[in-house]
């Protein structure tokens, strides 16, 4: 069984103002002509199909001319919520839509919603787990919602895939993020280790916009089909091409994408950079974002640029890149501290001195106290 995995669609995105559903018509039409071209026999979106809750009608329609042409070449469509998404308005119709070949779980449920599915080696289930909040599933944290959620007797003579929508380590290794994936997970609470999901065949996941494995078993970000911050220039864009033979025998391909317009850092001064883009031609129609190394004041320059480059979305003055830098590198330490050590650090800040060793232990039993709760 041949399956195309892909995930982080955020339809209806704009970008600086930019609306991004050109170019995500454009990036549809390349995910239809794959699913063709690999003759797929499922086609699976692991969550944040659109961007908003309640998203622009034009989205709703670039979604449904989208399904009704994977519907149309008898594929089936599996697709769960993401947190961007609305479950309620996600998951209308479902049971109706089932008929059709599209299987939607929107809001999450117990048991989870299976699909099967059937090749020359046997069925292959499909279980279904959108995004869920712990609060919602009467958990404390991430990792004990998907606990609870989880399958508690698979038949592991069979194939199984499971798909859904969650920040997913390995041990100790998180994702490589990028500026688009905006949550802090304070503590760990919303991580999930991927080690529970040993059972199934292939993991397809969403949540994460960069493509990549984790850990050495088939748990795979496909990563969303295109870039949506300049944290992500430079990524590869692709989607994931998984073949099923019989039970133990998974491969997985990457096939690129090209984008309509690409995300691009540009750097020089302002004069530099308006004889650069003059000799662009169709290039200087990328996303820009430009790096001015000007030291003078400057009088509206993103009005300058976008008379040669017309979809620039961002200026930085040189001088504040270091400042930048150093934010990105402080939201990724925060990612990796412990409630307890956040609170040190927020008792630093207002009292002006570090906690002593009595204070961080009673810190420390507060915070496993609440925790239990």
Not at 39 to 61: H, Q
Not at 94 to 109: P, T, V
Not at 122 to 145: D, I, K, Q, W
Request: hydrophobic share 40%; proline share 5%; charged share 25%.
């Amino acid at each position: 069984m041949k399956i195309i995995h892909t995930g982080d669609l955020h339809i209806g995105k704009s970008m600086n103002d930019f609306s991004q559903l050109p170019d995500q018509r454009y990036i549809l039409d390349q995910l239809l002509e794959a699913a063709r071209e690999e003759k797929a026999d499922a086609f699976l979106i692991a969550g944040d199909v659109y961007d908003r809750a309640v998203p622009p009608a034009e989205a709703v329609k670039l979604l449904d001319e989208f399904l009704t042409q994977l519907l149309a070449e008898g594929i089936p469509v599996l697709v769960i919520a993401g947190n961007h998404d609305s479950p309620e308005r996600l998951g209308f119709g479902e049971a109706i839509l089932e008929k059709q070949g599209l299987y939607i779980a929107g809001a999450s449920r117990s048991p989870l919603k299976q699909v099967t599915l059937t090749d020359e080696y046997g069925p292959v289930n499909f279980y279904l787990m959108p995004f869920v909040r712990p609060a919602a599933a009467g958990c404390r944290t991430t990792e004990e919602a998907v606990a609870s959620l989880l399958p508690k007797e698979l038949d592991e003579q069979e194939r199984n895939v499971l798909i859904t929508h969650f920040f997913v380590t390995w041990q100790e290794r998180e994702p490589e993020l990028s500026d688009a994936e905006t949550t802090i997970h304070v503590g760990g609470i919303d991580n999930v280790d991927g080690r529970c999901f040993a059972p199934f065949d292939y993991v397809a996941l969403g949540h994460i916009h960069k493509p990549q494995q984790m850990g050495p078993g088939n748990v795979w970000y496909a990563g969303a089909p295109l870039a949506y911050s300049f944290s992500e220039c430079g990524h590869e864009k692709s989607i994931n091409v998984v073949e099923l033979l019989e039970k133990g025998q998974v491969s997985v391909k990457k096939r690129p994408l090209v984008p309509l317009h690409r995300l691009r850092k540009i750097r020089g001064s302002l004069e530099e950079l308006m004889e650069q883009g003059g000799a662009e031609g169709a290039q200087a129609e990328d996303y820009i974002q430009a790096v001015l190394t000007n030291e003078e004041e400057l009088i509206d320059p993103i009005g300058t640029l976008r008379s040669v480059y017309p979809n620039i979305c961002q200026i930085v003055l040189s001088k504040r890149e270091q400042e930048i830098r150093l934010s990105a590198m402080q939201r990724h330490a925060i990612r990796r501290k412990s409630t307890a050590e956040l609170f040190a650090d927020f008792y630093s800040l207002v009292r002006g001195s570090e906690m002593d060793e009595a204070r961080k232990q009673v810190t420390e039993e507060t915070v496993k106290r609440v925790e239990q709760v």
